[in-house]
């Protein structure tokens, strides 16, 4: 069984939480996803972001940048 330390916070966010967890809009949310960048659940018709996802993105990404 996989065990999340979600902190008090929900585990799976929606996209417009991750956006906002990530400080980006929902429309860069939506292309890093569709880009396969960004890990995504869907369930049914929605989609959902994992917490924990969001933080190995952030990690994976920390100290890149684009000029």
Not at 41 to 61: A, E
């Amino acid at each position: 069984m996989h065990e999340h330390a979600c902190d008090d916070q929900p585990c799976l966010l929606t996209s417009k939480q991750a956006a906002a967890h990530l400080n980006i809009s929902t429309r860069k949310l939506w292309a890093l996803t569709n880009s396969n960048k960004l890990p995504s659940i869907r369930i049914g018709r929605c989609v959902r972001y994992d917490l924990q996802d969001l933080r190995v993105f952030i990690d994976k990404n920390r100290g890149k940048v684009r000029s």
